[in-house]
């Protein structure tokens, strides 16, 4: 089991610039979670996906943050145009079922200059 | 008042010894509650549940207290392997999970 993949594991970019990050879950798992990490405010959830429908984005900052997922294997969190405040560790989760153990992937480490 | 709330720490203890963090939560309705173990630019990873009962896994003993809505870690013969952020985490209802920013432990020789 290879877990969940995400990729790329650090990204710099100017501020502007369309950035993508991009998430595996578990196979088999159906429920998909986008977190935000940084030191003053934690991890925060952005939005989750269950059997790839997004249940819930109330917590995404803004219209700049869309996510997509286009099937059971993959899913994409794109920023666009970033910003130096977006700068955090993006991470990817996922389970397979309401109450199961939840697995993250080893994070995307965004700083955007 | 935040949804879940913990000490940042750090809490640096010498190995061998017992160390305690405590968590409280706002809403009175959460049902499901965990510790989190996240290591230095790694992902956070469960640690253990926490059940109403209280629980035990080898040197990690974790409690809830409903009435005072607060959870308790309790780490005996702290290793140094043990130094890590903590994070209290907890479910409302059908809700997603809400994790707490994380108790920093640092276990020295």
């Known amino acids: 089991d290879a877990g969940v993949i995400q990729s790329p594991r650090h990204e710099v970019t100017e501020m502007g610039q369309e950035v993508t990050l991009r998430c595996k879950p578990i196979?088999?798992?159906?429920?998909l979670f986008w977190y935000r990490q940084t030191m003053m405010r934690g991890l925060e959830l952005l939005i989750y996906?269950?059997?790839?429908?997004?249940?819930?984005d109330s917590g995404m900052p803004e219209d700049r943050f869309s996510a997509k997922m286009p099937n059971a294997s993959f899913s994409t969190l794109k920023i666009q145009p970033s910003e130096p405040r977006d700068s955090a560790v993006y991470f990817c989760?996922?389970?397979?079922?309401?109450?199961?153990?939840?697995?993250f992937g080893s994070g995307t480490q965004l700083s955007v200059l | 008042r935040k949804e879940v709330e913990q000490d940042p720490g750090p809490f640096n203890v010498p190995e061998g010894a017992t160390v305690a963090f405590n968590c409280t939560y706002s809403?009175?309705?959460?049902?499901?509650f965990f510790w989190y173990r996240q290591d230095c630019r790694k992902e956070p990873k469960l640690l253990m549940s926490?059940?109403?009962s209280g629980n035990e896994d080898g040197r990690f003993t974790a409690q809830l207290n409903r009435a005072s809505q607060y959870i308790s870690l309790l780490i005996r013969d702290s290793k140094l392997s043990d130094s890590a952020t903590y994070l209290c985490v907890v479910r409302t209802g059908y809700s997603t999970l809400t994790f707490g920013k994380g108790t920093m432990l640092l276990v020295s020789p």
């Open positions: 996906f269950n059997n790839n429908v997004p249940i819930d």
């Open positions: 196979s088999g798992h159906n429920s």
């Open positions: 809403n009175s309705a959460s049902q499901s």
């Open positions: 926490v059940y109403s």
């Open positions: 989760a996922s389970q397979t079922g309401f109450r199961e153990k939840l697995f």
